[in-house]
T-cell receptor
Framework: NAGVTQTPKFQVLKTGQSMTLQCAQD?????MYWYRQDPGMGLRLIYY???????DKGEVPDGYNVSRLKKQNFLLGLESAAPSQTSVYFC?????????????????FGPGTRLTVL | AQSVTQLDSQVPVFEEAPVELRCNYS??????LFWYVQYPNQGLQLLLK??????LVKGINGFEAEFNKSQTSFHLRKPSVHISDTAEYFC?????????????FGQGTELSVKP
């Protein structure tokens, strides 16, 4: 089991360039998440996906888009990169139950992608 | 809305000393509580979690945390730290009945264990 994998590990972009960060999980989890980590701010949720084909905004979605076409993959896109998007990006996944029972589950994290926008 | 405050951004301690990392939260609904650890240049991994039941929760690597509902706190403790405990620690909450199982993280506490 690889768990949660992310590619690339490092990336340098120029302002205005676009790119896609890739995330894959092999645990058959239904929910996936993208966070960014900045010094002194903890992790902030960018987007999440509660199931294949659905996505929702998190706390800081501006400037990003996502895609969850397959259950095991969650893609994060930057359409026009800005220096403010320099950060470390983490993908996570979990199994979250639905229905009347409270939804809670451990999230499993990938190793991160360190992105620098010049 | 929920928020999580980790009261110390950096905690330096000597090896074999006890340590407490403080976490307070604010929420209008009941929450589940988590502590995650991030070793240098790695992703986060779960240390422990409180879902229900006993308010004292034991986790991996000798860590434990106590949920105090009246004080809305979930402080992390270890009686004797090792050099290998040097890492960043994150407290997080997940509101009951939140769609997608989202977590809200605190700002993190850097634990530095010195010989």
């Amino acid at each position: 089991n690889a768990g949660v994998t992310q590619t690339p590990k490092f990336q340098v972009l120029k302002t205005g360039q676009s790119m896609t960060l890739q995330c894959a999980q092999d645990m058959n989890h239904n929910s996936m998440y993208w966070y960014r980590q900045d010094p002194g701010m903890g992790l902030r949720l960018i987007y999440y996906s509660a199931s294949e084909g659905t996505t929702d905004k998190g706390e800081v979605p501006d400037g990003y888009n996502v895609s969850r076409l397959k259950k095991q993959n969650f893609l994060l896109g930057l359409e026009s990169a800005a220096p403010s998007q320099t950060s470390v990006y983490f993908c996570a996944s979990s199994w979250v139950s639905s229905g009347s029972v409270s939804q809670v589950a451990e999230q499993f994290f990938g190793p991160g992608t360190r992105l620098t926008v010049l | 809305a929920q928020s999580v405050t980790q009261l110390d951004s950096q905690v330096p301690v000597f090896e074999e000393a006890p340590v407490e990392l403080r976490c307070n939260y604010s929420s209008s609904v009941s929450v589940y509580l988590f502590w995650y650890v991030q070793y240098p240049n790695q992703g986060l991994q779960l240390l422990l979690k409180y879902l229900s039941g006993s308010t004292l929760v034991k986790g991996i690597n000798g860590f434990e945390a106590e949920f105090n509902k009246s004080q809305t706190s979930f402080h992390l403790r270890k009686p004797s730290v090792h050099i290998s405990d040097t890492a960043e620690y994150f407290c997080a909450v997940s509101p009951h009945y939140n769609q997608g199982g989202k977590l809200i993280f605190g700002q993190g506490t850097e634990l530095s264990v010195k010989p």
